[in-house]
């Protein structure tokens, strides 16, 4: 069974800190996401990754960057916490284009 | 930009009875649609999905429905159950790898 693991359930920041958000996935997959989950927004895309080293931008990018120096490894990375970037932050990965994506646990991050 | 539409956003049933909900996508070149089912706390999990080439396909109580003319399809779930109470999102799949997904419905089922 896939495991796509979040290394923090809950996290508190503050306001102009860097927070890194990490994701680790154990099946290989090719591809990686990172989404944030709002109430009556469903899921947006951050960023997402097809490869090592590779990265394209989703629906809302600003504010954040992301590191994949490894397969199994996907970092989000919040250059300068604000308080807008209080939500659930959602893992997932894919084996390729057209096959469903498998989630982790999400890490629900407060800036205060 | 690429959009998918979710209706409705919430949803209440009694046990037994049929849910059904729909969403619409905006860009045609969209080919694979999965659903997610996400309990209280829990990650979204699939639970079925269609591909372009395919209008309809079933599992067991679920089924899912593709009209590419129109750009919609549809969840059908049968003989609802209380655990089947969740949110449900649906998502079109653009280009390649992006996903954009539905803003959710949050289903209820009333024993």
């Known amino acids: 069974d896939v495991k796509v693991t979040q290394s923090s359930r809950y996290l508190v920041k503050r306001t102009g800190e860097k927070v890194f958000l990490e994701c680790v996935q154990d099946?290989?997959?090719?591809?990686m996401f990172w989404y944030r989950q709002d109430p009556g927004l469903g899921l947006r895309l951050i960023y997402f990754?097809?490869?090592?080293?590779?990265?394209e931008k989703g629906d809302i990018p600003e504010g954040y960057s992301v590191s994949r120096e490894k397969k199994e490894r996907f970092s989000l990375i919040l250059e300068s916490a604000s308080t807008n970037q209080t939500s659930m932050y959602l893992c997932?990965?894919?084996?390729?284009?057209?096959?469903?994506?498998?989630f982790g646990d999400g890490t629900r991050l407060s800036i205060l | 930009g690429e959009n998918v539409e979710q209706h409705p956003s919430t949803l209440s049933v009694q046990e037994g009875d049929s849910a059904v909900i729909k969403c619409t996508y905006s860009?045609?070149?969209?080919?694979?649609f999965p659903w997610y089912k996400q309990e209280l706390g829990k990650r979204p999990q699939l639970i079925i999905d269609?591909?372009?080439?395919?209008g309809e396909k079933k599992d067991q109580r679920i089924a899912v429905t593709l009209n590419k003319t129109a750009k919609h399809f549809s969840l059908h779930i049968t003989e609802t159950q209380p655990e089947d109470s969740a949110v449900y999102f649906c998502?079109?799949?653009?280009?390649?790898?992006?996903?954009?997904f539905g803003a959710g419905t949050r289903l209820f089922v009333k024993a």
């Open positions: 269609i591909r372009s080439n395919v």
């Open positions: 998502a079109g799949q653009v280009a390649g790898f992006k996903t954009i």
């Open positions: 997932a990965s894919s084996t390729h284009s057209n096959q469903p994506q498998h």
């Open positions: 860009d045609s070149a969209s080919n694979y």
């Open positions: 990754s097809y490869d090592v080293k590779m990265k």
């Open positions: 099946m290989d997959h090719e591809n």
